[in-house]
């Protein structure tokens, strides 16, 4: 049965994100990359992306929320399908070299984005 299988990454607005990700690296310890995030190693080799928005990104609209969580799912085709049995519709869909996505709305307004990593190429 499709299901959620971890957290996929955390997004959320920050009125200075450079300064939320420096206080980040310098008290937590957190690796961040030149793109303005931190990767974790999550199981079965994927991973979680942590990152600071700007304030005024329209990335989560339509959510009125300051976050998005994103969620790694084994199968995007049946978490939607499951949703969809339940009257929960997609925002949208995206396929990208690295895996498809997914938007949807939580019922407390916060926009949830689903991910299925790429499968790998066999031999690879």
């Known amino acids: 049965m499709a299901k959620v299988l971890g957290l996929g990454g ?6 200075d994100p450079k300064a939320v990700r420096d206080w980040y690296a310098r008290v937590l310890g957190f690796e961040v990359h ?7 190693e ?9 990152s600071p928005f700007a304030a005024d990104t329209d990335y989560f609209a339509p959510s009125a929320s300051p976050f998005m969580i994103n969620f ?5 085709d049946g978490v ?3 949703a969809a049995a339940e009257g929960v519709e997609p925002l949208g869909r995206q396929d990208e070299g690295y895996g498809r996505f997914a938007w949807l709305m939580d019922p407390a307004g916060v926009k949830i984005e689903l991910w299925e990593a790429a499968k790998a190429e066999p031999g690879a």
């Open 72 to 76: 790694i799912v084994d199968d995007i």
């Open 42 to 50: 999550a199981p079965k080799g994927s991973q979680a992306t942590w």
């Open 34 to 40: 030149d793109w303005g995030g931190a990767l974790f």
């Open 80 to 82: 939607l399908a499951r």
């Open 10 to 15: 955390v997004f959320f607005k920050a009125e």
